[in-house]
């Protein structure tokens, strides 16, 4: 693979980045309402 094609970033930046904005990688939204345990039950 050439440097070229390389994705590199420093170890700050990739810090900086999950810094801003919503905490997290990943976020799961339920398509349903969860409000009880029996909702989640029948989910």
Do not use: N, W, Y
């Amino acid at each position: 693979m050439s440097d070229e094609t390389s994705v590199q970033f420093s170890e700050r930046e990739a810090l900086l980045f999950h810094s801003e904005g919503r905490p997290g990688k990943i976020e799961i939204i339920a398509s349903k309402p969860m409000a009880t345990q029996r909702d989640l039950a029948l989910a």
